[in-house]
């Protein structure tokens, strides 16, 4: 398997996700702007996202996959199945559990995340689609459960696509369902539930072409056969600081939530317009390295091959500076084009691309740290090894609340974001050297690499620096081709830029060839 064309198709997917999912946060602001009801739902929707990624993306995948790659590569096929049917099926009724609890408690749950909103008409329209959304919980952890499977099968497609129906389902939830309904925002949440379902009904084709399908044990004994299960006994053992590593990231989102909605009204939605143009380019690299290193990273430690390991970090750090630097760059100085032409229309106004502005310049300045992370923590994963990610990620916390002290006061909701980006920077760092200490990321020439990059970036940033003042892109909101057209002309010549300049500095995409054992 070529790592470097499997990340491309991971990659590829995922930006067809992330298109998708652009052109939802475009139609969403379009149709309801930057207001308490769009709070709302942000604030409502935070909440499956962050148990989303406790269960499944976060603390489940890091523990799960290592642990099925080392079996999977012993090529005991039984042994496999087995770990896979007691696993889902103690996932399963923790997820039933915590739905039931979540549907019953969101009222608590929202003055919790969101004190700003107590007693008013945000927080009873966020208390009704935490309700209506809450079950996306279990759908989605069992979506990402069959992810892990198919991914440590080198089975990346049908994972990476996924993402992309839950954006269709929200778009097609607002185009046609909204007009319809007393309160339209309540469709968003509808949508997404429906998503949930498209998510997982599309898993059970590929599983099945794997023999791979879960049996989830619905019997009174089922638990406790599961438990019994030695191989998920280990990710369970694992999942104990993965849950607290994950769960320290998401306190600081919580925390974080909870100041927004203590600012200006469209703090929480400028954010995560933000977010959802920052989550670009973490996704398409960030995710797609992780996704295809780790599996190869767990078979490389299984079979003590410590060289392959380091060289596969490697390869990935490497690419990923490649990449991320000139999209944080794009970030940090091409922020007012980006929001004016994906979010410039109808209830969405000026004011709310200069404000999404100021938090995307704040999300450049961390984009680098926010995308290593996601390629320095499988090293530590795939060792079986979380305590360490636990402990960094705890001090992290700590620093980040510290800094929105210092930012939040000054920047208001793009201190936030600032705090985060800075955060994310410490993390990836103190990752780095843990990985560098324990022999694990072998030493490389990265002066003279990194160097060569700084050189690249220099045109590339002053075409997008010209770019950015070449126009008066909010005027333009009457000539949307026009401007959409200048963007696409714009980016284009930057991108021709930089990489004609990557070939004068002497880096050749030949050295990114490298094809997993």
């Given at each position: 398997m070529n790592l470097l064309s499997a990340a491309a198709k991971v990659s590829s997917l995922t930006m067809l996700s992330r298109i998708t999912g652009l052109l939802r946060e475009t139609l969403i602001a379009h149709s309801f702007g930057a207001s308490e009801w769009t709070d709302a739902f942000n604030v409502a929707f935070r909440l499956p996202n962050l148990l989303r990624r406790l269960f499944a993306e976060g603390a489940f995948s890091q523990a799960f996959v290592p642990i099925l790659g080392e079996i999977s590569n012993n090529a005991d096929q039984n042994q496999a199945k087995t770990l896979i049917n007691a696993v889902a099926t103690l996932l399963f009724w923790a997820l039933l559990l915590t739905v039931l609890l979540g549907v019953i408690g969101a009222p608590l749950l929202i003055l919790v995340i969101a004190t700003g909103f107590s007693g008013g008409p945000a927080y009873d329209a966020s208390v009704v689609m935490t309700q209506i959304m809450f079950p996306y919980i279990g759908l989605i952890s069992m979506v990402s459960l069959s992810a892990g499977i198919l991914n440590t099968y080198h089975r990346f497609a049908v994972p990476a696509f996924t993402p992309v129906l839950l954006n269709l389902s929200l778009i097609a939830s607002a185009i046609f369902l909204a007009p319809h309904l007393e309160q339209p925002i309540y469709a968003l949440s509808i949508g997404v539930l429906l998503g949930g379902v498209l998510q997982l009904v599309i898993q059970i084709p590929a599983l099945a072409r794997l023999g791979l399908l879960p049996r989830i044990g619905l019997l009174p004994g089922a638990i406790k056969t599961a438990i019994a299960n030695p191989e998920a006994k280990r990710v369970l053992k694992l999942m104990g600081p993965a849950v607290f590593a994950v769960s320290v990231a998401q306190i600081s989102l919580i925390i974080n939530t909870n100041i927004a909605s203590r600012l200006q009204t469209g703090s929480v939605s400028w954010l995560s317009y933000a977010d959802r143009l920052m989550e670009f380019p973490t996704a398409l690299l960030g995710v797609a390295l992780g996704t295809v290193l780790l599996p190869s990273l767990s078979k490389a430690n299984a079979k003590n091959d410590l060289v392959h390991a380091g060289e596969l970090l490697i390869w990935g750090l490497q690419l990923t500076f490649l990449l991320a630097a000139p999209c944080a760059i794009t970030l940090l100085i091409f922020g007012e084009p980006l929001a004016a032409v994906l979010y410039h229309y109808g209830k969405f106004n000026a004011l709310d691309v200069l404000m999404t502005q100021r938090a995307l310049a704040a999300y450049g300045v961390g984009l680098i740290g926010l995308i290593l992370v996601k390629i320095l923590a499988p090293g530590f994963y795939s060792r079986q090894d979380i305590r360490t990610p636990v402990k960094i990620g705890l001090f992290v916390l700590v620093a980040t609340q510290l800094a929105n002290l210092v930012f939040v006061p000054w920047l208001g909701h793009?201190?936030?974001?600032?705090?985060?980006?800075?955060?994310?920077?410490?993390?990836?760092?103190?990752?780095?050297?843990?990985?560098?200490?324990?022999?694990?990321?072998?030493?490389?020439?990265?002066?003279?690499?990194?160097?060569?990059?700084?050189?690249?970036?220099?045109?590339?940033?002053?075409?997008?620096?010209?770019?950015?003042?070449?126009?008066?892109?909010?005027?333009?909101?009457?000539?949307?081709?026009?401007r959409i057209g200048l963007l696409a002309l714009w980016l284009g010549a930057a991108a021709l830029v930089y990489f004609g300049a990557l070939a004068l500095v002497g880096i050749r995409w030949q050295k990114f060839l490298r094809h997993a054992k």
């Open positions: 793009a201190g936030l974001a600032l705090s985060v980006g800075a955060g994310a920077c410490l993390n990836a760092a103190l990752l780095w050297v843990g990985l560098h200490k324990r022999g694990a990321l072998p030493s490389a020439a990265w002066a003279g690499y990194l160097g060569k990059l700084f050189l690249a970036l220099i045109p590339f940033s002053a075409v997008l620096f010209y770019a950015a003042h070449a126009h008066q892109w909010i005027a333009l909101q009457a000539e949307p081709w026009t």
